[in-house]
């Protein structure tokens, strides 16, 4: 006894240590919604090596200490050992009994929440292995991932996530931005998962956006669930200058005053600085600039600059130009007089300007006079290319000036003669240095300074071009640059129109990442004042089949026997050139467009899939399921349970069938081919019986036609109580045989003895008498002369005592030796001398031995007498002694 214990533990330690035999491998926790689908990736071994003959799926299992099993609802069970179904119900068995436990159940439901137990025997093993269920009423929100910081224009990838993933269930995640993004999903034993990749350039308006990712269901169109995060993209100040006046065109002297407006800032700026040309302006570092009297020296490019912990950044150019006041006085001198002569005699000439509107002419002179030096007026100038350009030749003279002589950078124009004469349309090739000569009758005056005709006009010659090496495969990143030959005033931004969408940007770059297979043309616009655009480029990239898909011939239901058709489609390819492949149940079967069946079978029923490349890759269309309809076939009858059957027992045959449809209507039948009348898939019989011996076969019928089983055996054995009572009732019949037998041999042997006797006492009297033995109970007299009682030790159940009597009669005579005996001189006179006594004794080894019994009553004792009666009176009678008289 107190080894008793140790020994439990032991036992139950090395139960523990041999349970570590059995390894899996599967999520913990598996995530869905309602009406989805779970796919439980599942791998085990068993060290042993052993195949597991049984698996049973359990929900919500729970452990019965007391029965030692376990209890709970069963979603997945296999029948019998080593058929392991492919489908129960909602759950479907895509493993093995050698390392796969892989399950799918579909749909799934909210109530599957919980906890799956996978109950696996071996022969020698058994294992409870837990899965838990989440399952809630909705789909669930993605998660999205972004990285620690995002800044501007350097890459980024977020990413979506759900931990959610089945092959039966497509989902689809697409973000808010329209960027190019990738979609993969995982199932493995380690993760089960569904994730979308961003990957794109940030730009500074992405800031404080939501980005958000959507989970949509393909099949129904509909949004499932969706996530949304707050960007916080990091950058160096954006700024803008507002200039008052707004035009930025001032006269000397004048007030200008400029404002640096931050327009976003990631993180908080740190200082305002500003420049002119480029050059920084010294003591300048407010946000607000102002120039109270602005000179022709402060004309420029001014711009505001800003800095914080990511970088600085300037504004864009404000070009301020500044124009000298009119004059107040003649600015010009007959030839030969001095300015000052002029000055003195009230006269002047005016100081021309190119960019300034005609000045009210001067008081004219008051003596002749010949043309001052002449000065051009343009209106307007600038121009806009296209656009209509007055010019105005002024000369101050007395008499006015009559002719006029126009020259274009230094050359004299033919045909003009007028004080004014116009462009129509101005050009490019208009632009240049305009001067005049007045003439009046006193002579020519001199040409004076010239005027500058400015042309502005939109960039010329913008092309896109493309930076890549061709050809482009889809999902490259391609690079394209926006080029002009001349623009004027000078490019200040590039425009992009790109998927339909116009972008505006300043560097004259775009980079298209991760291009997609149906990018449309490209094309850009350079900008001044004015934009032109580019001719749209074609980035013809080259990409994988699309959209493959399976046509079958015929469309309606596939029944076992017809020509089915099965053609490979895809909406396109570049290159066109593409090979056909097809595979069922993920094996290669061949190559070609077409794949035909002659007289299709069950066999070829499965899922297939239409494989289409090129020489950039390969697509592949979804799986199409190929159903062979049928009647039923290979019917055949199991029997439950399948070992030893015993009467009284409960018995379960099941007709099992191969069809599609399933098998509809079930008919029973015995070993007579007597139809049952039973119409369900089990024949129950409960209790069992020796009278249900015999073979039974079943018939299934569908909508396409009827199969019928060969006949299985059933065979019912005895009992143990049947055998107990049939094995009781053959021993008591042999009991009753052995004792009838030993009663017959008893019965013969009494007989025999009793015949002897006859025979002695035929021999002695010469008569035959009955010998009867009573049970009396006689007292035994010790003197006296009665008759001898003779005791046998040995035949104690036998006749112990008899008395022979025989009465003799007057005449009889007497036998020779019965007078002379010593015992018969010895009785009492009162006793009849005739009476004979003698001892009855089965004959032993010795002589018999006289004794007187010791024991007064004894019921094992018989006593008998044996009387004769003669002619005399009878002897009176004894109790217990019957006389019988026999009579010859």
């Not at 808010?176 to 994730?195: F, G, W």
């Not at 124009?323 to 021309?352: D, I, K, L, N």
């Not at 002179?365 to 350009?389: C, R, T, W, Y």
């Amino acid at each position: 006894m107190h080894l008793l214990g140790p020994l439990l533990l032991l036992l139950e330690y090395l139960a523990f240590s041999d349970s570590t035999s059995w390894t899996f491998e599967h999520p913990k926790t598996l995530y869905a919604w309602d009406g989805a689908c779970v796919w439980i990736p599942c791998r085990y071994s068993i060290v042993n090596r052993h195949s597991i003959d049984n698996l049973t799926v359990y929900h919500n299992y729970k452990y019965d200490n007391s029965t030692k099993s376990y209890s709970g609802t069963i979603l997945y069970k296999n029948l019998k050992i080593r058929d392991f179904p492919p489908r129960q119900g909602r759950v479907r068995f895509l493993g093995n009994n050698r390392y796969n436990c892989t399950l799918l159940i579909n749909p799934v439901k909210v109530n599957d929440s919980g906890q799956l137990g996978l109950r696996m025997t071996s022969k020698e093993d058994k294992w409870m292995e837990p899965i838990g269920l989440n399952i809630s009423e909705t789909a669930p929100p993605p998660r999205i991932e972004l990285p620690p910081e995002i800044r501007e224009l350097r890459d980024v990838t977020v990413t979506c996530l759900l931990n959610f993933a089945c092959f039966e269930y497509q989902v689809h995640l697409q973000w808010s931005l329209e960027e190019p993004a990738v979609t993969s999903t995982c199932l493995s034993t380690k993760t089960v998962s569904t994730q979308s990749t961003l990957t794109f350039q940030p730009q500074w308006t992405h800031h404080g956006k939501n980005l958000t990712c959507q989970l949509w269901d393909p099949t129904e169109q509909q949004l499932l669930s969706e996530e949304t995060v707050w960007l916080d993209v990091k950058h160096a100040p954006k700024l803008k200058i507002q200039v008052s006046p707004t035009e930025a065109t001032v006269t000397e002297g004048e007030s200008v005053t400029m404002t640096c407006q931050i327009v976003s800032s990631n993180p908080r700026h740190q200082g305002v600085s500003w420049l002119r040309d480029g050059a920084p302006l010294l003591g300048e570092e407010t946000p607000t600039l102002t120039l109270p009297q602005v000179t022709r020296k402060m004309s420029g490019q001014y711009q505001c600059k800003a800095h914080n912990d990511v970088g600085s950044e300037k504004s864009e150019a404000v070009d301020l130009q500044v124009h000298c006041e009119p004059a107040g006085s003649w600015g010009g001198a007959r030839p030969g007089v001095s300015r000052g002569a002029f000055q003195a005699h009230g006269r002047g000439a005016p100081e021309a300007s190119a960019h300034h509107h005609p000045q009210p002419p001067r008081p004219r002179p008051l003596l002749p006079d010949a043309p001052e030096p002449s000065s051009v007026q343009i209106f307007s100038s600038p121009a806009k290319e296209g656009n209509k350009v007055e010019l105005t030749c002024i000369s101050l003279a007395n008499p006015p000036p009559t002719n006029y002589t126009w020259y274009y950078n230094g050359l004299k124009m033919p045909g003009k003669t007028d004080r004014t004469f116009q462009i129509s349309e101005v050009l490019l090739r208009h632009a240049g240095e305009y001067s005049c000569l007045a003439e009046n009758s006193l002579g020519p005056g001199e040409a004076g300074q010239g005027a500058d005709l400015e042309v502005q006009y939109p960039p010329k010659e913008v092309i896109t071009v493309i930076q890549n090496r061709t050809p482009i495969r889809e999902g490259d990143s391609v690079i394209l640059s926006c080029t002009y030959n001349s623009s004027n005033p000078r490019v200040t931004r590039y425009e992009w129109n790109h998927l339909g969408f116009q972008d505006r940007l300043l560097p004259a770059g775009l980079t298209i990442r991760k291009v997609a297979w149906d990018t449309g043309p490209v094309k850009c616009a350079a900008c001044n004042q004015w934009c032109l655009w580019s001719p749209p480029v074609n980035l013809d990239v080259q990409y994988a089949p699309k959209d493959v898909s399976v046509q079958v011939t015929p469309h309606n239901e596939i029944r076992s026997g017809n020509p089915v058709l099965l053609q490979c489609d895809f909406l396109s390819s570049r290159p066109t050139d593409v090979r056909f492949f097809w595979k069922k149940n993920g094996i290669l079967l061949e190559e070609g467009k077409k794949l035909s069946f002659d007289a299709i079978s069950p066999e070829d029923a499965g899922t297939y899939h239409c494989l289409v490349n090129n020489s950039i890759g390969q697509n592949s269309s979804k799986a199409w399921v190929l159903q062979v309809l049928y009647a039923p076939r290979s019917l055949r009858v199991s029997i439950s349970p399948k070992d030893r059957l015993v009467e009284g027992k409960k018995a379960v045959l099941t007709c099992e069938s191969d069809a599609n449809p399933p098998t509809s209507h079930y008919t029973w039948f015995d070993w007579n081919n007597r139809d049952l009348r039973h119409y369900d898939q089990m024949l129950r019989l409960d209790p069992v019986t020796l009278q249900h011996s015999g073979a039974y076969w079943c018939q299934g019928t569908n909508r396409l036609g009827r199969g019928r089983s060969p006949p299985t055996t059933l065979t019912v054995y005895y009992s143990s109580a049947t055998i107990s009572r049939r094995v009781a009732l053959g021993v008591g019949l042999c009991l009753a045989i052995f004792l009838l037998a030993t009663w017959g041999v008893k019965l013969q042997r009494n007989w025999k003895r009793t015949q002897r006797q006859q025979g002695l006492q035929e021999g002695s009297s010469g008569q035959s008498f009955f010998v009867r033995n009573v049970k009396a109970r006689r007292i035994p007299q010790a003197e006296g002369p009665h008759s001898l009682g003779c005791y046998n030790p040995v035949m104690e159940d036998a006749v112990s005592y008899a008395a022979l009597r025989f009465p003799r009669g007057e005449t009889d005579a007497p036998r020779p030796g019965d007078a002379g005996t010593s015992e018969t001189r010895g009785l009492s006179p009162n006793r009849d001398d005739t009476v004979t006594y003698s001892v009855v004794q089965k004959r032993q080894v010795g002589d018999y031995e006289n004794v007187t019994p010791e024991v007064l009553e004894d019921e094992g004792i018989h006593y008998s007498e044996l009387v004769r009666f003669g002619s005399g009176e009878p002897p009176l009678a004894q109790e217990g002694v019957e006389y019988v008289t026999l009579k010859h």
